[in-house]
């Protein structure tokens, strides 16, 4: 079986895997940092064993549930031992307290993720980076209908029978939000925050690599892949109308990534 050797952004080691990994990028981000069809774990957020656990799982049929059966057709071919060596995931998993909140959290998770960081249904922002009041204001806007889009209809059903003090002290979310100076930006980026959010902290149609994470030079390297056709999946032909009319040195210097 041919090695595939993998880079993990941030990570000093080297992967090595029994497994193609190639194919799962595509899905789950170059680094493994997206929600597959915004729906999967994030799976560099899981530990070895758990990802061992699910491609064995995915395998076997007793993993998963609506991604089973692509996923069975993506490791069908591999042996367990493949499968418990393809060296993704981390070594040790970040004990985390459980969260005392004042309302059922379950039902919430099936959506927004086990950490709250998926964007539920490809559309909402990311929960777990979001301020504990930003959360509150939500959740009472949601339950008064002065919130949200086409979310609203969803959010209204899943509150409306929690008081408001219950709502805003969920436990979720950080205490301060970390502030950034505006972005300075030779493109306009008003229709760009349409589909990544305002602080460009959601995955496009649920596709999308989280802008925000990026580095400056992944997104200069991807503005002008869209521009050039040589960059993307599904996303090429929305994006290539997003930035045909810009100058490759206006795509360079548009102030996103970090």
Same mark, same amino acid.
């Given at each position: ?8 952004? =941030?990570?000093? %080691?080297?992967? %090595? ?13 170059? *680094?493994?940092?997206? =929600? ?8 560099? *957020? ?18 998963? *549930? ?12 591999? %042996?367990?031992? /493949?499968?418990? @060596? ?19 959290? @379950? ?12 964007? =539920? ?12 009041? /930003?959360?509150? =204001? ?31 002290? %969920? ?43 990026? @580095? ?13 056709? @040589? ?9 290539? #109308? ?6 490759? #040195? ?9």
């Amino acid at each position: 079986m041919k090695k595939i050797t993998l880079g993990i952004l =941030a990570c000093i %080691t080297i992967l %090595t895997a029994e497994v193609n990994i190639e194919s799962c990028k595509s899905c789950h981000g170059v *680094d493994f940092e997206k =929600a597959a069809l915004g729906k999967s774990k994030i799976v560099k *957020d899981m530990t070895k064993s758990e990802v061992s656990a699910a491609l064995i799982g995915y395998k076997n049929g007793t993993y998963g *549930d609506s991604m089973k059966g692509i996923m069975y057709s993506n490791v069908k071919m591999y %042996t367990n031992k /493949e499968l418990s @060596t393809t060296g993704i995931g981390s070594s040790e998993k970040i004990q985390k307290k459980g969260l005392k909140s004042s309302i059922d959290l @379950t039902s919430c998770k099936g959506c927004h993720g086990v950490d709250f960081e998926k964007a =539920a249904l490809g559309k909402s922002k990311i929960v777990r980076d979001m301020t504990k009041s /930003e959360v509150s =204001a939500a959740l009472i806007g949601y339950k008064n209908g002065t919130y949200g889009d086409s979310m609203k209809g969803i959010m209204y059903q899943n509150v409306k029978m929690y008081t408001n003090k219950e709502l805003s002290t %969920t436990g979720i979310g950080v205490n301060n939000v970390i502030h950034t100076e505006p972005i300075k930006s030779s493109i306009d980026l008003t229709s760009c925050k349409g589909c990544h959010g305002v602080d460009f902290e959601k995955a496009s149609l649920g596709s999308s690599k989280i802008v925000r994470d990026m @580095t400056k030079e992944e997104v200069v390297e991807a503005l002008l892949g869209y521009k050039n056709g @040589t960059y993307g999946g599904s996303m090429k032909g929305v994006m290539i #109308e997003k930035v045909k009319n810009y100058t490759d #040195e206006e795509l360079k210097t548009t102030g996103l990534g970090k």
